[in-house]
């Protein structure tokens, strides 16, 4: 299965992307490294974004307008007019100041809409980072597990009893159990090969299985959600992917981010820009955040 490029604009490090709006056809990403927030119309092909002051993990749309951001030091709730309400950060978690220097990566909306938010060191420092649960009032942030090295992709089967996660640098997929609003039970679930490249971004979808972008595996690829069995891949063009959404009315399209080398040395031309794919599947909506 092949992409075409759905946005031409070159991101460092494109990722967490959204489908919201009427039918679900305005995607939203970020530019991490880049401190933007992206988005496109997925049938006008209308444009915009926006700078944010720090490098920004994830930024997922409110139910009443605006985003929730992971800016480093945040996160924040952003009103549309750009107006910024800082949250509870990492420090009133943990109740102590991180000993690295890490920064929010991905995050997602649970079903039961809470905000699920991870961290990872800008040195990729060995387990110095973790995963963090918002509530949806945004008033209460904790801490659910540490020694994490990249938090990175998760998400949740279509009855909500399970959370998929991801630390890239283990090589696998989690799998824990949801009860009520809390996540259980971490066991290992996929492991990857190395060939494959390292697992990143993901997403499941209406059938309960996982769609994984590559870092440097050029490909999203599909596994079962109850054996792990590879079912299918999307081939892309350049290799470090990052993440992916579904998107469209019928939510079966797949959105698919990139990232790009800075020095461009042997990249190619197709590096950092947004990939779509018809992946003969359907998704699931992307979940709003309620504060």
């Known amino acids: 299965m092949q992409v075409t490029v759905f946005d031409q604009r070159r991101n460092i490090l494109g990722e967490g992307p959204t489908a919201t709006g009427a039918k679900n056809q305005q995607i939203q990403w970020v530019d991490i490294m880049g401190k933007l927030v992206r988005t496109r119309h997925l049938i006008t092909g209308e444009i915009s974004e926006y700078q944010t002051a720090e490098h920004v993990g994830f930024a997922i749309p409110r139910k009443n307008g605006g985003d929730v951001i992971g800016t480093a030091s945040g996160p924040h709730l952003r009103d549309a007019d750009g107006t910024l309400h800082k949250l509870p950060t990492r420090?009133?978690?943990?109740?102590?100041?991180?000993?690295?220097?890490?920064?929010?990566?991905?995050?997602?909306?649970?079903?039961?809409?809470?905000?699920?938010?991870?961290?990872?060191?800008?040195?990729?420092?060995?387990?110095?980072?973790?995963?963090?649960?918002?509530?949806?009032?945004?008033?209460?942030?904790?801490?659910?597990?540490?020694?994490?090295?990249?938090?990175?992709?998760?998400?949740?089967?279509?009855?909500?009893?399970?959370?998929?996660?991801?630390?890239?640098?283990?090589?696998?997929?989690?799998?824990?159990?949801?009860?009520?609003?809390?996540?259980?039970?971490?066991?290992?679930?996929?492991?990857?090969?190395?060939?494959?490249?390292?697992?990143?971004?993901?997403?499941?979808?209406?059938?309960?299985?996982?769609?994984?972008?590559?870092?440097?595996?050029?490909?999203?690829?599909?596994f079962d959600g109850e054996n792990g069995k590879q079912l299918d891949e999307v081939s892309c063009p350049t290799p470090r992917i990052t993440s992916c959404v579904f998107a469209g009315e019928n939510l079966d399209q797949l959105i698919i981010t990139s990232a790009r080398e800075e020095s461009e040395v042997g990249e190619p031309k197709e590096s950092g820009m947004t990939f779509i794919a018809t992946p003969g599947v359907r998704g699931q909506k992307t979940t709003l955040f309620e504060a």
């Not at 000993?99 to 110095?128: C, H």
Request: proline fraction near 4%.
């Open 91 to 222: 420090v009133d978690a943990d109740g102590f100041s991180a000993t690295q220097i890490v920064r929010w990566n991905d995050g997602k909306i649970s079903p039961a809409g809470d905000l699920f938010l991870g961290t990872m060191g800008y040195k990729f420092e060995n387990n110095a980072a973790a995963l963090y649960q918002m509530r949806g009032d945004g008033k209460h942030l904790r801490r659910i597990f540490g020694d994490v090295t990249i938090s990175n992709g998760l998400d949740w089967t279509p009855d909500g009893k399970t959370m998929f996660y991801i630390d890239t640098t283990l090589q696998r997929v989690d799998r824990l159990d949801v009860v009520e609003r809390d996540v259980i039970n971490r066991r290992p679930f996929i492991n990857f090969p190395e060939s494959m490249g390292m697992p990143d971004g993901m997403s499941v979808d209406a059938n309960g299985n996982l769609w994984v972008a590559f870092w440097t595996g050029s490909a999203v690829r599909c």
